[in-house]
């Protein structure tokens, strides 16, 4: 971390309290409170982390009033239309874009890790039909470190190095099995000929009594959307992976527990509980009974897709999202898919409704994503496993910045007690 760039004074009763603010390259300065408590005896409170930056990091910069994201310095906007997933995996990995000899590497690392070890199949075997492939991510990834013994040593760089290729490769194949397990077809392995987005869809579309030929206009969507998804900074999920990260446990079971936190459905099961909201809207007419359900104080309901913690001005991944709805739609021939105009129409009236303009509350990344999976053929149980699959980069790429910085130590936050004083046990005849 640079130098201090200027002090702050803080008055607690009659002692003052001197703490250096530190600058980054972009963003924020930070208040650097580490030595707060054993100077004044108080801690900060922010159980949200809405004024906390927990780490130091040079990989993703989120500006949220400019509705800017950057990764390692590049714009969203300018890697989706020029790059693809696998180059951002190593961009964000390494710091660089690579050369034409790094990606050719680097592509055939990744893609020589795909498969699973066989025994890893009869886990699947465990779990119900109808388990959500979520919970079946969680499990089977979580079980990867009963596997790959050769690089769980996290103090060693080539194994740190080998779990995070393997974990980028593995994924796409995890997700697929989870979704055939679910509807009970056969598994299908990966094919090294196809490219990263093409063979997650061969994994997921192809059966074996028939070829199956992967859609041009589908793999460009499926690897966009793996692109918008990579990395977003120190959300709930990435945090997860540092925080058990910071224990010394291994990548896999940090990455199990970074799944687990996406899940829920303020953060990556948003795109699933949001195309789900759009099927009960159902038609525009019903739009603004639900933007009235989601203005009532009373009423837990919430627009699905729709708020930031960061961005209080448009998601630049919804804007390209949006984008490629429209492209990928029409180019299937059903612009006119219903879902997608009660999304726009949402949009348009949420947009214009003082509730939502004084809140900012704009369209994020989840807002038009399930529309384009749901017309590529997933089902929504699958949009998380994709947005887990895709995430997964971003985490093990902050999960490496952490354990290579020399500064680190474990995360161990502390409380604002409001329980009981001390008191003694009472016998039972005086309860
Ligand atoms: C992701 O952090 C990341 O970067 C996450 C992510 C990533 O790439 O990792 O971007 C991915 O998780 C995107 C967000 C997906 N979640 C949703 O779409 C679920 C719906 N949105 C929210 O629940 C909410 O907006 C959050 C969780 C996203 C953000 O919540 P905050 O920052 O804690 O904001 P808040 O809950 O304090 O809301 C501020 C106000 C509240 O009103 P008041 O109490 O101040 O009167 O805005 C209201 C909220 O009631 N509000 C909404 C709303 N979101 C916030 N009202 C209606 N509909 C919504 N969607």
Not at 12 to 18: G, L, M, N, R, S
Request: aromatic share 10%; hydrophobic share 40%.
């Amino acid at each position: 971390m640079a130098e201090p760039t200027r002090t702050a004074k803080l008055t607690i009763d009659d002692k003052v309290i001197e703490l250096p603010i530190q600058s980054g390259s972009i963003g924020p300065d930070v208040l650097d409170i580490r030595k707060l408590y054993g100077q004044a005896d108080v801690f900060t409170f922010d159980p949200g982390f809405t004024s906390t930056a927990a780490c130091e990091s040079a990989i993703t910069y989120i500006d949220g009033d400019k509705g800017e994201l950057l990764h390692r310095g590049y714009p969203i906007d300018q890697l989706a239309e020029k790059s693809h997933y696998l180059e951002v995996c190593y961009l964000l990995l390494y710091g660089e874009l690579p050369t034409a000899v790094q990606l050719s590497d680097f592509v055939g690392r990744v893609t020589r890790h795909t498969m699973l070890h066989e025994q890893i199949h009869n886990f699947f075997r465990g779990f119900r039909r109808d388990a959500h492939p979520m919970a079946t991510m969680v499990g089977v990834v979580g079980a990867l470190s009963a596997f790959y013994h050769d690089s769980t040593d996290i103090n060693d760089a080539w194994h740190r190095e080998v779990s995070a290729i393997r974990m980028i490769a593995k994924l796409p194949t995890i997700a697929a099995m989870a979704y055939k397990y679910s509807i009970g077809q056969p598994f299908v392995y990966p094919k090294n000929s196809l490219s990263y987005a093409g063979n997650f869809l061969h994994m997921c579309f192809a059966v074996p009594a028939e070829d199956y030929v992967v859609n041009p206009i589908l793999e460009k969507a499926m690897d966009r959307i793996m692109m918008l998804h990579a990395d977003h900074e120190q959300n709930a999920s990435t945090s997860t992976v540092r925080l058990a990260g910071s224990s010394g446990a291994n990548p896999f079971a940090c990455i199990a527990a970074g799944i687990a936190c996406l899940w829920g459905p303020a953060h990556g099961g948003a795109n699933q509980a949001c195309l789900e909201m759009l099927r009960e809207i159902g038609t525009v007419d019903r739009i603004p009974e639900f933007i009235a359900r989601a203005k009532d104080k009373n009423d837990p309901f919430r627009l699905m897709g729709f708020g930031h913690r960061v961005y209080k001005n448009f998601d630049p991944r919804a804007k390209v999202m949006k984008e490629s709805a429209d492209e990928v739609l029409g180019l299937l021939g059903i612009e006119n898919n219903p879902t997608l105009q009660v999304a726009k129409e949402l949009e348009r009236i949420a947009l214009s409704d003082p509730y939502f303009v004084e809140k900012k509350l704009y369209p994020n990344v989840d807002f038009y994503s399930g529309i384009i999976l749901d017309a590529m053929g997933f089902p929504t149980s699958m949009f998380t496993p994709i947005f887990a699959l895709s995430r997964t980069v971003g985490w093990i790429s902050q999960w490496k910045e952490m354990i290579d910085d020399p500064t680190q130590k474990i995360g161990r936050p502390r409380q604002l007690y409001t329980g009981p004083q001390r008191r003694d046990y009472p016998d039972m005849r005086h309860r």
